[in-house]
């Protein structure tokens, strides 16, 4: 008698024990399992012994296990005591040290994004650059944990970074001085009668600065309020939870994403809470290659809800949900647990979220020609498991869009600084009831008030 997929999935345990042929194939697994870990052992003792230098007992343990890790995805690792820490101080808000969140490619200290109001981004580093040296000691080659502790360091500090940056001709040089980084994740302000959120991370405050944000709008701007534009462009998403609570912010109501994991039946669905604190005005969201994980849950959130229109690059495309498991005290283990889906269904996982208009960066002709890095791009990403048998075609970036024709030196002539941002503050004064005159991004851009009070 054969058994259908659906009963051999319902049977419990002690069930399928019974199955003719089942408890032989699980022994057999169990037999195979063992031998690879006779295997492990075995190479550990003759390493241990018969290395040309001698080893400690936990070097070689915490290799094996971040092997482990390193062979099921970009984002699943072992977090000694250094990364555990850094990680705890990255999602509370603070740190010393230049503003940098940074990864390792190839051997290569890659800049993912630079925190805003920061050294790092106030002497002009960008997303893409590589730092080759610290204090002309080259790192290329060595560990990214020696590169972040040697860029932390006493407030006050200073230390020199030879950056190589796609399109120019020579290395450039920067000597940034350290000092304690407040990560203030919501900046506001309003252009006109607009008002412009910049999200920059997802941590443990960002929800409840964005909806600060959003009354601080209210308050200066009042009847004349035409509507928001939401810019998240090169934030590399954080906190789950706090994803929620912003997209709790522009919505009503109805489903803000889904995370499923590895059972078919293990979901977990979460909801906005009724009332939109912006009292439906017009809405903007900003993305870019840069957009990931937190943040494209809540631009697919407001996309699918048609709460907002989305404008600029396709985003990073990661729609992986890390769970942070304690070890000891000091160490921790990072393990991807589960893909997030948007409330229409779908999985940003290697596509990103395509915006409802494309708009490219015109007005600076260095990110416009760099080729962007997506999730699709890193070594043992997961598969989008909704792609079809015909593999939707995705943006191709390096094709011309024949609606931008204009010219970074005409732009600039004209005093725009971020096209991207100068276009929605024009769309949101021809979506606005009020017919609000359109907003020119024009001159040095004012500093941002912070909603945070750190």
Known sequence: ??????????????????????????????????????????????????????????????????????????????????????????????????????TSEDGAVKVVTPTDDTPAARAGIKAGDYITHLDDDLIYGGSLNDAVDKMRGKAGTTIKLTVVRQGEPKPMEFTLTREVVVIRPVKWETRGQVGMIRIATFNSRTGED????????????????????????????????????????????????????????????????????????????????????????????????????????????????????????????????????????????????????????????RVSDRKPIREADLKKHLINELKDATDKLVEQDGLPDPRFVAKADDLKAKGVIDYQLDYALRLIGRLAPTAAPPVQVAGPTPALPSTSSR
């Open 210 to 365: 964005t909806r600060a944000a959003v009354d601080g709008i209210k308050a200066k701007l009042g009847a004349n309020l035409a509507g928001y534009v939401i810019d998240l462009r090169s934030n590399p998403g954080g906190l789950l939870d706090e994803a929620i609570k912003v997209s709790d912010v522009f919505l009503s109501g109805g489903e803000v994403v889904s995370e499923r994991r590895r059972a078919k039946n293990d979901v977990d669905h979460y909801y906005a809470k009724p009332g939109d604190a912006t009292d439906g005005k017009p809405l903007l969201v900003l993305v870019d290659e840069g957009t990931a994980s937190a943040a494209e849950i809540v631009a697919g959130a407001l996309q699918d809800h048609r709460r907002a229109l989305v404008l600029g690059q396709r985003s990073f495309g990661k729609g992986s949900v890390q769970t942070v498991y304690p070890l000891s005290g000091e160490t921790a283990l990072r393990l991807t647990t589960a893909r997030y889906y948007t409330p229409s269904g779908r999985s940003v996982q290697e596509n990103g979220v395509d915006p409802d208009i494309q708009v490219p960066q015109l007005s600076d002709p």
């Open 1 to 102: 008698m054969s058994l259908s997929k659906s009963w051999k999935i319902a049977l419990p345990l002690a069930a399928l024990m019974l199955v003719p042929g089942y408890a032989a194939v699980q022994a057999a697994a169990e037999t195979d399992t063992y031998k690879e870990l006779d295997a492990l052992m075995d190479v550990f003792e003759r390493v241990r012994v018969i290395y040309v230098d001698k080893v400690d007992d936990k070097t070689l343990i915490r290799g094996a296990i971040t092997g482990m890790l390193a062979s099921l995805d970009p984002h699943s690792a072992y977090l000694d005591g250094r990364d555990y820490a850094n990680l705890k101080q990255t999602t509370d808000g603070e740190y010393t040290g230049l503003g940098l969140t940074v």
